[in-house]
């Protein structure tokens, strides 16, 4: 992202922080390849990789349908659940280069869950430009990939202090002073909490 050349201690820290997944699926001339992973506390990130085509870095790539399952899911223990992909660029071999953000947010208070987590993953028709009047698709199929997380290492977290901002109330538009409590901060977020006219 910055151009300049990453240090040792740099490539070290990715490197403790990722898993190396490295499973592929080729449809037509495309291979996708789920290269790594990252796993947070309550999410966790997927590198993917698209190779096969002549790839320009004045467009974008994505999928036009991203369908995703795990196991034990966080949905049957009433947690909210969201992931989605955003576009990193091309590397300096013209690979595009995706990363997959998986989150989830239970209602109660956290508890680290450290069994494996199962994923199945569904990626459907490689798009060019997508979410623009310009919208391409490059290439009509469905890649399927199913694979284990280790999340047996629990994050390193840093506690801060409680804090007062302030928000927005939503139906007012008033701007009102909040105080933060249990503030965590980890290598993949942030977690805290706020007290909520509905609990």
Known sequence: ITGQP???DHLAVIEHLSQKIEISQTVGDVTITIDSAT???DNFFLLLRVDGMDFSDRHSYDFQHVRMETKPDP???GAFVGYGIDYLGLDGDGTPLLLLNYEYAGGNSYMQD???????LTLQNLVKDAHTDNQETLLEGDWYF?????RSQSPEVI???DTEVMAIVLDT????PVTVTNIELSISGVRLQYPHEEG
């Open 146 to 150: 199913s694979f284990a997380i280790n």
């Open 39 to 41: 796993v947070g506390d």
């Open 6 to 8: 990453r240090s040792e």
């Open 75 to 77: 949905l049957a223990d």
């Open 159 to 161: 506690l801060l202090p």
């Open 173 to 176: 538009h008033e701007e009102v």
């Open 114 to 120: 450290s069994r494996p987590l199962e994923v199945w």
